[in-house]
T-cell receptor, first 115, second 109 residues
Framework: EAGVAQSPRYKIIEKRQSVAFWCNPI?????LYWYQQILGQGPKLLIQ????????DSQLPKDRFSAERLKGVDSTLKIQPAKLEDSAVYLC?????????????FGSGTRLTVV | DAKTTQPNSMESNEEEPVHLPCNHS???????IHWYRQLPSQGPEYVIH???SNVNNRMASLAIAEDRKSSTLILHRATLRDAAVYYC??????????FGSGTRLLVRP
């Protein structure tokens, strides 16, 4: 089974620029998540999709972050404009469903450096 | 969100068993206990989960206290590849996976 694919692997941008990350979940996985992981901390949930609808975006800084999941498959996360504190690894994960029984499969992440 | 408490770090010798503790005194009756681990430069990976009974799989064993206020992840023979950050997570009715700081496991050759 192919894993969760993310691109790019690394990205360096200047502050106030915009950036987008792409995620392709495991085929058939209805639920998709974006996490932000700052160095030395555990991942922080940003947004959760069920198919192509948003279930929870309470932790997403909506003034600069946006995310979409077209046709319930691939997803993109965008930051515009970026700040220095956005430097982090952005992880995408997917699962078959939302229930507590289902485990998550994570991608390797995109490491963003804002200078 | 239900909270867990884990030691910041632990050390083990290669090929010896490792017991990683987790306290979750505020757990509710329907919360599942999940364990994930994160190897260097990778995303977290699922290890094991349970509700009340002890659980075994090919990666590890999960021992859950009778009152469910604590649990222990057991790696039966640690290898160098098991060096990672291990996260103990309670999944409640919100279904969200909320990570804490985890335990960094160092494995000595």
């Amino acid at each position: 089974e192919a894993g969760v694919a993310q691109s790019p692997r690394y990205k360096i941008i200047e502050k106030r620029q915009s950036v987008a990350f792409w995620c392709n979940p495991i085929s058939g996985h209805a639920t998709l998540y974006w996490y932000q992981q700052i160095l030395g901390q555990g991942p922080k949930l940003l947004i959760q999709f069920q198919n192509n609808g948003v279930v929870d975006d309470s932790q997403l800084p909506k003034d600069r972050f946006s995310a979409e999941r077209l046709k319930g498959v691939d997803s993109t996360l965008k930051i515009q404009p970026a700040k220095l504190e956005d430097s982090a690894v952005y992880l995408c994960a997917s699962s078959l469903g939302r229930g507590t029984y289902y485990g998550y499969t994570f991608g390797s992440g995109t490491r963003l450096t804002v200078v | 969100d239900a909270k867990t408490t884990q030691p910041n770090s632990m050390e083990s010798n290669e090929e010896e068993p490792v017991h990683l503790p987790c306290n979750h005194s505020t757990i509710s009756g329907t919360d599942y206990i999940h364990w994930y681990r994160q190897l260097p430069s990778q995303g977290p990976e699922y290890v094991i989960h349970g509700l009340t009974s002890n659980v075994n799989n090919r990666m590890a064993s999960l021992a859950i206290a009778e009152d469910r206020k604590s649990s222990t992840l057991i790696l039966h023979r640690a290898t160098l590849r098991d060096a990672a950050v291990y996260y103990c997570i309670l999944r409640d009715s919100s279904y969200k996976l909320i990570f804490g700081s985890g335990t960094r496991l160092l494995v000595r050759p």
